[in-house]
T-cell receptor
Framework: DAKTTQPNSMESNEEEPVHLPCNHS???????IHWYRQLPSQGPEYVIH???SNVNNRMASLAIAEDRKSSTLILHRATLRDAAVYYC????????????FGPGTSLSVIP | EAGVTQFPSHSVIEKGQTVTLRCDPI?????LYWYRRVMGKEIKFLLH????????ESGMPNNRFLAERTGGTYSTLKVQPAELEDSGVYFC????????????FGNGTRLTVT
């Protein structure tokens, strides 16, 4: 699986938007961009995924650069419950759907 | 629907003992995965079942680890004999089908080997 680069940590104020960046300059044309997050004392949780177009769901939005070498996970209004480690993961279309985790971004939300 | 459940939530054993972790996937999920996180490290893939067959066990650290999924339902991961470096959190995940079905994770079993 191709490598991603994320900041180690970020902070956000409660009720403000959060933009979590991810660089994946070696992404291939068939790689999907997946985001998972892990809340404290819980297992990882799927957030969103996309290929080329921006995606929205009830949890977040995913903005994908036109050249696909970077993407941004957007939490529109951060809550205390959003404090977690966020993982940006590339998933090769040709591989089985195991997920390979990197170190992720630890998001702190300040009340 | 019930999520992925893991048992026990915590286990403390002595070096050299045996421990068996259990995972009950979401009903109907053919794919089942085991992952673990040791202290200070990233979450690492261990193995992947499709129904009762081992699809990929490339992440299994050594032959002290044995995973089974008889009947293609629940799975067990046995560590025998346990070593200190086996301490960590073991996660199980399941998914509905291959391709891009998201993985659903359990809350993990925290294993401490003393």
């Amino acid at each position: 699986d191709a490598k991603t680069t994320q900041p180690n940590s970020m902070e956000s104020n409660e009720e403000e938007p959060v933009h979590l960046p991810c660089n994946h300059s070696t992404i291939s044309g068939t790689d999907y961009i997946h985001w998972y997050r892990q809340l404290p004392s819980q297992g990882p949780e799927y957030v969103i995924h996309g290929l080329t177009s921006n995606v929205n769901n009830r949890m977040a939005s995913l903005a994908i650069a036109e050249d696909r070498k970077s993407s941004t996970l957007i939490l529109h209004r951060a809550t205390l419950r959003d404090a977690a480690v966020y993982y940006c993961i590339l998933h090769m279309k040709t591989s089985y759907d195991k997920v390979i985790f990197g170190p992720g971004t630890s998001l702190s939300v300040i009340p | 629907e019930a999520g992925v459940t893991q048992f026990p939530s915590h286990s403390v054993i002595e070096k050299g003992q045996t421990v068996t972790l259990r995972c009950d996937p979401i009903s109907g999920h053919d794919n089942l995965y085991w992952y673990r996180r040791v202290m200070g490290k990233e979450i690492k893939f261990l193995l992947h079942f499709v129904k009762e067959s081992k699809q990929d066990e490339s992440g299994m650290p050594n032959n002290r680890f044995l995973a089974e999924r008889t009947g293609g339902t629940y799975s067990t991961l046995k560590v025998q004999p346990a070593e200190l470096e086996d301490s960590g959190v073991y996660f199980c995940a399941s998914s509905l089908q291959q391709g891009f079905s998201p993985l659903h994770f359990g809350n993990g079993t925290r294993l401490t080997v003393t």
